[in-house]
Nanobody, 126 residues
Framework: QVQLVESGGGLVQPGGSLRLSCEAT????????VGWFRQAPGKEREGVAC????????SYADSVKGRFIMSRDNAKKLVFLEMNKLKPEDTATYYC???????????????????WGQGTQVTVSS
């Protein structure tokens, strides 16, 4: 497992942007698939995006396609989520997750990840 710490959350107006960061405490990120998840009050946690370890293949939830961009910098052990055109329904606690894998793929299933950050709050409101 790897320790993950998210940052970058905050209050933003509808239509605005935020960039979340996730810093990993590990010797190398080269063997980890990573994902972003979110949980709104009263709702279950859902997958937002994921990124494979080698080709950086990406998947996005339909609700964020075209607005969110996930990226990673393995050398700096950082994972990012660029969030644009934010909507009130994007309000949630956002979590970074990682799992050691040998394949070059990723999923947005929570059960596939074994390392989680503590989350960062994103509030979209005028």
């Amino acid at each position: 497992q790897v320790q993950l710490v998210e940052s970058g959350g905050g209050l933003v107006q509808p239509g605005g942007s935020l960039r979340l960061s996730c810093e990993a405490t590990t010797l190398t990120m080269d063997y980890y698939a990573v994902g972003w998840f979110r949980q709104a009050p009263g709702k279950e946690r859902e997958g937002v995006a994921c990124l494979s370890r080698v080709s950086h293949a990406k998947s996005y939830a339909d609700s964020v396609k075209g607005r969110f961009i996930m990226s990673r910098d393995n050398a700096k052990k950082l994972v990012f989520l660029e969030m644009n055109k934010l909507k009130p329904e994007d309000t949630a606690t956002y979590y970074c997750a990682a799992v050691w894998v040998y394949h070059d793929d990723c999923t947005m299933r929570q059960a596939d990840y074994d390392s989680w950050g503590q989350g960062t709050q994103v509030t979209v409101s005028s």
